[in-house]
Each structure stands twice: as C-alpha cells, then as structure tokens.
C-alpha cells in the first residue's frame, strides 16, 4: 500500500511571497489532515477535512492560509502571504474516518524555510 | 495552554537498558492516548496506543502505563536498542472520530548508545 505522499520535500521563499503544497492521501482514507511543525514542536493540527468537507479548521490562520480538497482525495494548503514565523514542517496525514482505534498515517512533509 | 507536556526534551540511555519516557496531560476529557515515534527527515509513525478504560497496553517490547489520578503516561521500551533513537510525542485526540485530530506534546529526543 503506498503511503501518504507529499511534495514539495523542501521549499525556501522570501517573506511576503506565496507557496503551495501538495498532499496525495492513502487510496481510500476518507480524513485528511494538515498539520505544522514547528522546530523543537510537537506537530500542531491547522485543518481537518472529511472528504471534501472541512471537520475543524479552527487552529488555521484564516488570513494568510488556505486549504481545498476540492474531488475528496489530494489537498492543497497555500500560504500566501509568508512570514517568517511559517518557517516549519507541514505534514499531511490521512485516515479512514472511524473510532479512536483509526490510526492516521503522515507523510514525510515539506520543510519551508522562508528568509 | 499546553494540554500535552513532555517536559523532558531529550534521554539518553545504554543499549539493553530500559528506556522510560513520561507525558503530562491537563485535560481529564481526554480518553485516548497514542504515542508516536518520529525518524529525521521522516513523518511520525504511530507505535502504542492505550484507552483510558485501562492501565497498562504492550507490544512487544514497548509498554505504555497510564495513570489517570496523576494524568500521567508513561512509555517503556525494554530492551532498548539503537534503532530506537529518534523522537517521541505523546498525543491525546481532540473531537470525535478517528485518531488523525492530534494534541501532541513537544517530543522527547531518545538516544540509545551501543
């Protein structure tokens, strides 16, 4: 079974200019996760769809970030415009939506440094 | 507000020995508990999980205790080897559903020397 795939692995911009990333979840999962890293962080969840439906996005920073799944299967999550504080990890992660026993599998990440 | 703590960011310990890592938790809602382990350069890969129905959960070699008077759990690798040298969080879910609505804590760094 292939895992969660994200791209791109590394991403360095300036402050104030926008990017994207990718995120191809497990064929089937049904739940999609975003997640940010910061360095010496746990993961922090920006936003959790079912499906194409958005279930919490209550942790993403609404001005300068977005997110779509728009067909139920890859996402998207853009930043736009980036400051230097958005320098971290972002994880993607999927699962089949269930109980508390549904692990979630992530994918590598994109490490963006932003200068 | 931190409603995951590992207050303890790294440990190093000898090849063989146990290894024991600890988390905190604030929010007595909370009814599962997972543990992760995460490679540099790697995604977190999920290890060990346990309800709060009960105490105690092992796999093989890892045993992860919880202690819900205290809010405390604890993850016990025995014997511990070199491939276990990575980070490992601690993470309550949040809402309903699956595990993936993650509160994790800061990580603890494990070192395992041969």
């Known amino acids: 079974e292939a895992g969660v795939a994200q791209s791109p692995r590394y991403k360095i911009i300036e402050k104030r200019q926008s990017v994207a990333f990718w995120c191809n979840p497990i064929s089937g999962h049904a739940t999609l996760y975003w997640y940010q890293q910061i360095l010496g962080q746990g993961p922090k969840l920006l936003i959790q769809f079912q499906n194409n439906g958005v279930v919490d996005d209550s942790q993403l920073p609404k001005d300068r970030f977005s997110a779509e799944r728009l067909k139920g299967v890859d996402s998207t999550l853009k930043i736009q415009p980036a400051k230097l504080e958005d320098s971290a990890v972002y994880l993607c992660?999927?699962?089949?939506?269930?109980?508390?026993?549904?692990?979630?599998?992530f994918g590598q990440g994109t490490r963006l440094t932003v200068v | 507000d931190q409603q995951v703590k590992q207050n303890s960011p790294s440990l190093s310990v000898q090849e063989g020995r146990i290894s024991i890592l600890n988390c905190d938790y604030t929010n007595s809602m909370f009814d599962y508990f997972l543990w992760y382990k995460k490679y540099p350069a790697e995604g977190p890969t999920f290890l060990i999980s346990?309800?709060?129905?009960?105490d105690k959960n092992e796999d093989g070699r890892f045993t992860v205790f919880l202690n819900k008077s205290a809010k405390h759990l604890s993850l016990h690798i025995v014997p511990s080897q070199p491939g276990d040298s990575a980070v490992y969080f601690c993470a309550a879910p949040q809402g309903e559903g699956s595990q993936g609505n993650l509160i994790f804590g800061k990580g603890t760094k494990l070192s395992v020397k041969p």
């Open positions: 992660a999927s699962s089949h939506w269930g109980g508390r026993n549904t692990e979630a599998f």
């Open positions: 346990i309800s709060s129905i009960k």
